[in-house]
């Protein structure tokens, strides 16, 4: 019993750091139709820079200053937003599938980066002993993920509240205008692409924060945790979940990774054990049947998104 | 939201309450958890290596399992990404409750997994693949991990040597830019000027590319006279077929993992007759026939390629110290894993014959020295195992044993090169 709740606590800390980039994910195209395509860069500089501000200084390594955790947190957001701003000045024009291919060409070159930039990033071997915040207080694993999964329920409280405040906004109906159409939003003397670089810095900067998030609780940091698969496992827990609704971009991240690890469980329960260096292959099938069974069933996703014009408007 | 809140709070009380050490419980059947990569890149590699832990399953309980319970053994993939390995590691050891763990082989999976669950949780991980230096060095482990295959240091050096052996001049490197490649390529780099040999390239490559043109070029550019390739055997093929038809040279040196046919047929035998490749040698011996024996007898086609016999050396070296720890908790097994190839032990081997053996020495009380499909086990301070290298070639499309170079002459190497 005690068992299945430890493991139960740590998966829902996964599921929400992945609710996290799933949010910011959701602001960029749910909301403003910016087809991000490297999540899972904007992810790893989070990540990165809260590693390399909060770990323990060693000698072979520039970087690694010890800082609090919260510094981390606060740094990880700022150089996401950072290389957001840069990269999204000169991309942001591009339309479409175009910024597609550019952002996906950004996250990998940002992968290849931290794998090959060893001074700063410890390359290939990863950072190691990347300091998990209060864990000293806490006996046991099971404690620590308790209070970590506190803390993001907080967290992802926090970020989820403020989002629905800012989308039902002014502010949030021209993203929408603009996803809708671009030439009647600027033609009602807004600035599509000053909008659009917000929209495209502030879901990155969650993104950064879900790195960070990651990182404090795992206690590792390598190049192999921002491979591509990890962006198309954001994408289709949006896609599933519902596309420009913030609980279906949650409900998403639940489904997504549910689907992953319980699939794995049924492989193992179910598959003799003869059998179980051909389960894999098993898994990899039904988790792509279950993809394509939910989008033929629920095409605008489980929650699609609400019609809903201004939080006056609801009364 | 309150309705979670209040179920949340009664589920912590609920955990404050219970009691917290259930993992001592010596309840049959005894669950060894382990987490391969079986899909992804490495695939292919695996198969091999998750039936070898099948083989030492049916051994170990056909042997008499472990303090009297049968073993089960639960696998897991991991699909080579890290969040899903770390996912299955803790699925196994807080729902399962595995006593020990094996896995895995990619070492930027196998490294989040030692940190975040298998030393918080004091389990045991022997490990049949990951090769980067630091996971035994560094402290990370608290000491839970170990690892039956040489670190890359001891395939580093065995290269070097024989490619001066042979007379490599301007070797040009082309490596795997992960952990792995850069540790083989530092070794390298150490060793080989010290033998007589010289490096004209380094050029590390990224995995799963379409093409590796740009790489094979600028190794190239430098005239080199040999190539040593280190990396997996997919993209291996890709780059030893663009190296010659742009006109390399056909004296390849090559890791452990294109020990494969896989890699042999893809590329063409025919055009690598003159390469050479590295490998962790089984010792010679009967407990290294009795494993191939086995090995062929159930799968029906032969036990060569990389960490199939350190598979079945981790499982072995789980069950041996279960049986000898005096109850199966993360630290009692810990420290029985050193007490598998103890001082003025009787030598134990392979199969559930010697299994059974090794069981009636323990239950004497008697020391026991494991002998297993790689030769001696002895895991040093660091959780670390040395071994002799092989070297292989391929004749007319088939792998075959070159000669194996030993314990004795490696240490030697390793004292020339170390100083």
């Given at each position: ?47 990165y ?5 909060v ?28 290389a ?26 940002i ?7 060893d ?19 806490f ?47 600027i ?27 990651y990182v ?12 591509p ?16 609704n ?6 998403g ?16 329960k ?8 051909q ?12 993809l ?5 069933f ?18 | ?12 009380a ?5 009691p ?9 059947p ?12 490495m695939?292919p ?17 056909a042997?008499?399992?472990v ?20 996912d299955a ?11 020990a ?26 490990s ?15 000491g ?9 240091k ?30 083989m ?10 033998l ?7 050029v ?5 590319q ?9 190794a190239l550019a ?5 190539l040593?390739?280190?990396?997996f ?6 780059i ?14 090559l ?26 040698a089984?010792?010679?011996?009967p ?13 029906k086609?032969?036990s060569k ?13 789980i069950?041996?110290?279960m049986?000898?720890?005096?109850d ?12 598998i ?5 009787a030598?134990?081997g ?13 239950k ?9 499909a ?9 959780g670390?195992?040395?071994g ?11 792998i ?7 314990i004795d002459?490696?240490?030697a190497?390793?004292?020339r090169?170390?100083g």
């Amino acid at each position: 019993m005690i068992g299945i709740f430890s493991y139960l606590v740590f998966f829902a800390c996964i599921v929400l750091i992945l609710g996290v980039m799933t949010l910011g994910l959701n602001l960029q195209w749910g909301y403003t139709g910016l087809f991000n395509a490297g999540v899972v860069g904007f992810y790893a500089i989070g990540a990165y820079a809260h590693a390399i501000l909060v770990t323990a200084p060693r000698p072979d390594l520039i970087g690694n200053f010890g800082l609090p955790w919260i510094v981390g947190i606060a740094g990880a957001m700022a150089a996401s937003a950072l290389a957001a701003w840069i990269i999204g000045l000169a991309t942001i024009r591009l339309r479409g599938d175009y910024l597609a291919i550019a952002t996906f060409g950004i996250a990998t070159t940002i992968q290849l980066v931290t794998l090959n930039w060893d001074s700063l990033t410890g390359g290939a071997q990863g950072l190691p002993a990347i300091p998990r915040p209060l864990s000293t207080w806490f006996g046991s694993p099971l404690g620590f993920n308790l209070f970590y999964l506190g803390l993001l329920i907080a967290i992802v409280g926090l970020v989820y509240w403020a989002l629905e405040r800012i989308l039902r906004s002014p502010w949030g109906r021209v993203l929408k205008a603009i996803r809708e159409d671009e030439t009647a939003a600027i033609a009602l003397g807004k600035s599509a692409q000053s909008f659009r670089l917000q929209a495209f810095v502030l879901g990155s900067t969650l993104m950064g924060l879900a790195g960070a998030l990651y990182v404090s609780f795992i206690g590792f940091v390598s190049p192999f945790d921002f491979l591509p698969i990890l962006t198309f496992q954001i994408w289709a827990m949006l896609i599933v979940g519902g596309s420009g609704n913030n609980k279906g971009a949650l409900l998403g991240a639940l489904t997504i990774w549910g689907i992953w690890a319980a699939s794995g469980v049924l492989i193992a329960k179910l598959v003799p054990p003869a059998y179980a260096a051909q389960g894999g292959a098993v898994q990899v099938i039904l988790i792509g049947l279950l993809l394509v069974a939910s989008l033929l069933f629920r095409p605008r996703g489980l929650i699609g998104e609400v019609p809903v014009v201004s939080r006056h408007a609801d009364d | 939201m309150k309705k979670w809140i209040a179920l949340s709070a009664a589920l912590v009380a609920a955990v404050a309450l219970a009691p917290s050490d259930a993992a001592a419980q010596a309840n049959c059947p005894v669950k060894i958890g382990g987490v391969l990569p079986l899909t992804g890149s490495m695939g292919p590699i695996t198969k091999k290596i998750a039936e070898s832990a099948q083989l030492a399953v049916e051994h170990i309980n056909a042997g008499g399992g472990v303090k009297g319970c049968p073993v089960q053994f639960i696998l897991r993939d991991d699909q080579g990404q890290p969040t899903v390995g770390v996912d299955a590691a803790k699925y196994l050891v807080e729902v399962e409750r595995v006593q020990a763990f094996t896995g895995t082989i990619s070492s930027g999976v196998t490294g989040p997994i030692i940190s975040s669950i298998t030393a918080p949780s004091k389990v045991v991980q022997i490990s049949c693949c990951s090769t980067a230096t630091p996971f035994t060095l560094d402290g990370r482990s608290q000491g839970y991990f170990f690892r039956t295959l040489p670190t890359s240091k001891t395939q580093a050096v065995a290269t070097a040597s024989e490619m001066a052996r042979r007379g490599l001049k301007r070797t040009a490197i082309i490596y795997v830019n992960t952990d792995f490649g850069q540790d083989m390529t530092r070794f390298v780099k150490l060793a080989l000027p010290k033998l007589g040999g010289d490096i004209v390239a380094e050029v590390p490559y990224t995995d799963n590319q379409p093409s590796y043109r740009a790489e094979v070029t600028k190794a190239l550019a430098e005239k080199p006279e040999s190539l040593l390739l280190i990396g997996f055997p997919k993209d291996a093929v890709t780059i030893v077929r663009e190296w010659l038809s742009l006109g390399g040279t056909q004296k390849i040196a090559l890791n452990n993992s294109m020990r494969v046919k896989d890699f042999v047929d893809g590329v063409g035998g025919r055009f690598l007759n003159e390469s050479f490749g590295m490998d962790n040698a089984q010792v010679q011996g009967p407990t290294v026939d009795a494993f191939n024996k086995a090995f062929e007898e159930k799968y029906k086609y032969d036990s060569k390629g990389p960490g199939v016999h350190t598979q079945y050396d981790a499982m072995m070296a789980i069950a041996l110290a279960m049986n000898i720890a005096k109850d199966l908790t993360g630290p009692s097994i810990k420290d029985a894993v050193r007490q598998i190839h103890a001082a003025g032990g009787a030598t134990v081997g392979t199969g559930p014959e010697e299994y059974k053996k090794a069981l009636e020495l323990i239950k004497a009380g008697k020391p026991i020295k494991y002998h297993g499909a790689t030769g001696p086990i002895e895991f040093d301070v660091n959780g670390d195992v040395t071994g002799p290298a092989l070297v292989w070639k391929i004749v007319n499309g088939e792998i075959v044993t070159d000669h194996v170079i030993s314990i004795d002459q490696m240490q030697a190497l390793f004292k020339r090169i170390d100083g």
